[in-house]
């Protein structure tokens, strides 16, 4: 029994409305808050140093309590995590009003309707069921559902919109789990392909990538190359577009080829590819063994530069030898590249190439077969995303509804040549002006079945 | 370039001459200067808006890209959206000797903001992006008439007032305030919506907690809050409108100023 109370006091305080705007309030000052401290490289900032230097006390305690990572600490979990409490208990709440309101349909005396806040009184000399009907008529033409009693009737109309606040509440909590699914099981990967580089999708791969806490590690079994890559420019400084087109592969099959550009990703089995705008030049290599023949390939890729100009330069180890290379490109003309191969400090070649140019290098060949332009991706996987896209359309239609549609039920009831007319107020935003029109139009049916 | 910016002042002058005759009207009850105000607004509109098309056709996209465009096609929108208001809900138009001159002041800032041509980058090439910017005009338009309805009430609302203006009736200003912010939090949300959906297709994530999507979320749990305390607590009458004053100010920091203050997505072509 005292558990029980103890429980019932706890989903009281919980669902307490008051308690709703409170965490408003308080999610609405950690985000601002979280906007004014630099979150996840606050120790790295400027602020951070010149803060340190006056108040080092102030930058511990900022540390210590975690604003500089806000929304992955505790308390702000917690705080959701109630507020998703607070907005469940109370939407459990309101749909139990919802219902009993939207079924309210039960015939109102004359006393009953006199008592509403909403009312008037229509003195009937005439024929009052010429009037009903009249009535009847209008209201079935101004879109009002009406159901018949024997000495009068209910008219409802828009009472779907009812349901306004309920699936507006609703909709948070779903975007809410569409988060929270997000955090625990997102996948996100960074890749860098080069014209003609076939690319096996999988987790050494990335250059990278970072996983939610609940992420199992992707195992797939397909694969995408680059076909080519396009930038263009409005002028020198405002690119227009980048566009890769890549083709898919599975178990060595071309299955289709996509263009992927910026807001037109490539979408596979739950993987999303996104075109980024970093690119650069890529030099294309070989390195035969000449007992047998067996050529390995591979890119280097030069860094990226926006526009370059001037001369980029790029270090790799050559497979195999293990010899250090220096490679420099004159971006007027990449197709000339610039090599030094060194082994420990010794310059074992040093010599401008170009396309199709043979370095012999002891038992093996190193081939330079073409530069190429290689360009990034993003790659993300999120189940959470319908859930949140979910929650955000139900979001714009329940405040959409709640805004613009004004449910509305009137009881009429006849007696001793009086008509009582009564209308109920579902929010505080329903006024005697809400019905206004209704009421006049009534009165004017009233003197027409006088005259 | 000079015919845009000729327009562009043309329509400045008179939604200056506006401001001048609606606080002139407002301050002397004299109904006809607010009728003038409204209609050199109307007339405003017409060089606001070829200007806005001038500079559209020229630079190949729609007026939202740097801080003089968006401000320009803001208060554009502002205008049309209060003229067509006003001419349904006549009560306010006493409200236009607080809309048009902030509606003119808008327009100053956005002639000392960035006004150089930049064509469109790649990554805002969405038709995302075109909802996301026209329901975050049609949010700056809400949240004014409402603030606008807000200022009027608080005037009205002090007794010595109260004999002045008996025609206007305080319950269809409160009224009024109340829908505008609910229409204005709808767009609000369609706005944050809608940039969510482009930045998924753009980037790979929804939300990446940018200053001025952190700030435009507090925004609309601000207004969120408004409506809670509204229907729950019952804040009608002077603490909603005071209220709805400290939320406009709100929302002006959080869409014009945060730009300027963080280096933000917004920020990288808004206020270059």
Redesign the interface.
Known sequence: MLIDNKIKKLLTILRS??L??VF??L??AF??L??LIP?WNWEESGGYFYLHASYPYLTKLISFLGIDHV?TTWWFLSIVLIFSFNIALNSYERIKIVIKQLGDYRPMSSQEIAGLKIHETIPVNNNGDEFKEKITHTLKRKGYRIKAYADGFVASKHTMGLLG?PLLHLSMLIILTG?LITGLTFF?GHIELSEGQLFPIGEPNFLGSSYGFLHVKPQLDFQIRLKSFHVTY??KD?????KSIVEVYKNGTPLFSKDV?????LRLEGF?F?QT?YYGYSAYFGLVDKATGYETTGYVNFPYKKNTMGVLTQQFNIPILGYLSILSVDVSNPDRLSIEILESDKTLHYNNIKNGDVISLGDFELVFHNMVKWTGF???R?YG?PV??TG?VL??LS??S??FIIPKRLWLAYEDKRLFIGAKSY???T?E?TYKQEMEEMEEIEEECES | MKEEIILYWIAVSLYGFGSIFAIIGFVFKKERLTHIALLLCAIGLVPHGASILIRWIRVGHGPYINMYEVISSNTWVAMLFYLLVQKRLTFLKQASFVVIPVIFLALGFGLMASARD??????L??Y?LVLHVLFAKLTVGSFLIAFGSAVLYLYKDNDKHKQLLPHQSL??LD?AI??FN??G??FC??MI?AG???A????????G?D?VE??S??VW??Y??FL???????W?GRRSALLTIVLFFLSIVAFFF?PYL?KTVHSEYLVR
């Open positions: 409305r008051r709703a705007a408003i309030i999610i609405a985000l601002v979280s906007t979150q929304y606040i988060v996100k409005w002028d405002h690119p227009r577009l980048y550009e910026m807001n037109k990703p999303s996104y705008n993003y790659v993300s999120d995303v949140v896209f955000f979001l714009a405040i959409l709640f805004v929010s505080r935003l006024t002006n | 930049i064509p469109l980058p790649p990554s090439r969405s995302w319950d269809k009224i109340y829908r609910a229409l939090f709808a949300v369609i919506i969510s959906i482009w998924n297709n753009a980037w790979g994530r929804y939300w907690f200053p952190t700030w979320l507090v749990l601000a969120g809050l809670h305390l509204r229907l729950n607590r019952n009608v945060i963080f």
